[in-house]
């Protein structure tokens, strides 16, 4: 049963500016018409017009009596109706800062945790840019309200059919301290199926206070039946010392946060025997558990990899650089993961699917477009 679409606006972390992460996300039994969650906002107007020159339908067959001038990136953001937010660094919020004074369509909320509304705050203060948006629901002189999303275990209403929960994560340490981040689990509320969104993160074996093992935790029971993919960031190529990171993650590491999250899906499947009254091979702790009893764990997860660094030092865009080393290294552990890297300029047409007796887990397609440096071809998912 497929679940979600989405299109990927930007897929890239920097320095260009023109590729950065923004991803327009509707449940796959409505309309782009209907309603649009923007997830994250670095790029926007500017990128998602150069999508839709290369190819027109990327949102659907219009009309063919429909004026080509009155569907545009205008009119697709004007159907935006939230806009979620990992943090609040430029390269995640840009476009909806830079377009804040001209969005269209409805009122729009922004969600994130109370510390990313707080960040937003600054930037929307009158000095570095107006203040655009408002924490008051009534006050209607604001065309943005923002609105706190708590990691409290619950999940939050934030659209139609759609609630999310948010996890803290690390995205390393500055002059003030510990820097968080936020993942999403977002869940289609009818059939409780959902995927894992990344924000930055920094791989757990570098940061001071471990927080990723807590989000594979709550992931590992619910793969792959009712979550099957997670969206997760891989920012530099292979071999970049820890103490340059920033708070990122590189190819090992993670193949590392991988086999956390496929041993934790080890440990829940047999607790899930003991539970049931089947009897497991063996309980096993944490860090007992074989490498051969993780072959193919993460089997019918699929994994995109996404903020990818272009250092311009590559021919082939860098995130299928980046994407090659991870499965490589990813090879020998045999977790049965699909990697994948997320494009800019890809419409990922029910990425989800509700995996049962009678379905094909794979009868899932994507199609690139003609973005500079991303291939034509065509890839099943």
């Given at each position: 049963?497929?679940?979600?679409?989405?299109?990927?606006?930007?897929s890239?972390?920097?320095?260009?500016?023109?590729?950065?992460?923004?991803?327009?996300?509707?449940?796959?039994?409505?309309?782009?018409?209907d309603?649009?969650?923007?997830l994250?906002?670095?790029?926007?107007?500017?990128?998602?017009?150069?999508?839709m020159?290369c190819?027109?339908?990327?949102?659907?067959?219009?009309?063919?009596?429909?004026?080509?001038?009155?569907?545009?990136?205008?009119?697709?953001?004007?159907?935006?109706?939230?806009?979620?937010?990992?943090?609040?660094?430029?390269?995640?919020?840009?476009?909806?800062?830079?377009?804040?004074?001209?969005?269209?369509?409805?009122?729009?909320?922004?969600?994130?945790?109370?510390?990313?509304?707080?960040?937003?705050?600054?930037?929307?203060?009158?000095?570095?840019?107006?203040?655009?948006?408002?924490?008051?629901?009534?006050?209607?002189?604001?065309?943005l309200?923002?609105?706190?999303?708590?990691?409290?275990?619950?999940?939050?209403?934030?659209?139609?059919?759609?609630?999310?929960?948010?996890?803290?994560?690390?995205?390393?340490?500055?002059?003030?301290?510990?820097?968080?981040?936020?993942?999403?689990?977002?869940?289609?509320?009818?059939?409780?199926?959902?995927?894992?969104?990344?924000?930055?993160?920094?791989?757990?074996?570098?940061?001071?206070?471990?927080?990723?093992i807590?989000?594979w935790?709550?992931?590992?029971?619910?793969?792959?039946?009712?979550?099957?993919?997670?969206?997760?960031?891989?920012?530099?190529?292979?071999?970049?010392?820890?103490?340059?990171?920033?708070?990122?993650?590189?190819p090992?590491?993670?193949?590392?946060?991988?086999?956390?999250?496929?041993?934790?899906?080890?440990?829940?499947?047999?607790?899930?025997?003991?539970?049931?009254?089947?009897?497991?091979?063996?309980?096993?702790?944490?860090n007992?558990?074989?490498?051969?009893?993780?072959?193919?764990?993460?089997?019918?997860?699929?994994?995109?990899?996404?903020?990818?660094?272009?250092?311009?030092?590559?021919?082939?865009?860098?995130?299928?650089?980046?994407?090659?080393?991870?499965?490589?290294?990813?090879?020998?552990?045999?977790?049965?993961?699909?990697?994948?890297t997320?494009?800019?300029?890809?419409k990922?047409?029910?990425p989800?699917?509700?995996?049962?007796?009678?379905?094909?887990?794979?009868?899932?397609?994507?199609?690139?477009?003609?973005?500079?440096?991303?291939?034509?071809?065509?890839?099943?998912?």
């Amino acid at each position: 049963m497929p679940v979600f679409d989405m299109v990927v606006v930007g897929s890239g972390g920097g320095p260009d500016e023109t590729n950065l992460s923004g991803y327009l996300i509707k449940p796959c039994e409505a309309a782009w018409d209907d309603g649009i969650i923007a997830l994250e906002a670095g790029s926007g107007y500017g990128a998602l017009r150069h999508i839709m020159k290369c190819n027109p339908n990327i949102f659907g067959e219009r009309p063919p009596e429909e004026d080509p001038a009155s569907f545009t990136p205008l009119t697709v953001y004007s159907n935006v109706k939230s806009f979620l937010l990992t943090h609040a660094h430029l390269d995640h919020i840009g476009s909806l800062v830079i377009a804040a004074g001209t969005l269209g369509g409805s009122r729009k909320r922004i969600y994130g945790s109370p510390q990313t509304l707080r960040d937003l705050e600054t930037v929307f203060s009158g000095r570095v840019w107006p203040k655009l948006a408002t924490y008051d629901e009534n006050n209607t002189s604001f065309r943005l309200v923002y609105h706190a999303l708590h990691a409290d275990g619950k999940y939050s209403v934030i659209f139609p059919n759609i609630s999310v929960r948010v996890m803290t994560i690390s995205h390393g340490n500055n002059d003030s301290g510990q820097y968080d981040g936020s993942c999403f689990f977002i869940r289609h509320d009818p059939t409780k199926h959902e995927f894992i969104f990344f924000g930055d993160v920094e791989p757990d074996s570098v940061a001071v206070q471990p927080k990723n093992i807590t989000v594979w935790r709550a992931a590992a029971p619910k793969i792959p039946h009712d979550l099957s993919t997670i969206f997760i960031e891989c920012s530099y190529q292979a071999g970049r010392p820890d103490d340059v990171l920033w708070g990122h993650l590189s190819p090992d590491h993670l193949v590392q946060e991988l086999i956390t999250l496929a041993t934790e899906v080890v440990i829940a499947r047999n607790a899930s025997k003991s539970r049931t009254g089947l009897r497991p091979r063996k309980r096993q702790r944490k860090n007992s558990v074989p490498p051969e009893a993780l072959y193919g764990a993460l089997e019918g997860l699929k994994v995109y990899i996404m903020h990818c660094k272009d250092m311009f030092s590559t021919e082939r865009p860098i995130n299928h650089v980046i994407g090659d080393q991870c499965r490589e290294r990813l090879a020998p552990h045999r977790l049965g993961v699909e990697l994948l890297t997320a494009d800019q300029g890809m419409k990922i047409e029910s990425p989800i699917c509700r995996h049962d007796s009678s379905s094909n887990f794979n009868e899932m397609t994507i199609t690139k477009f003609c973005i500079p440096k991303i291939s034509k071809q065509q890839e099943g998912i």
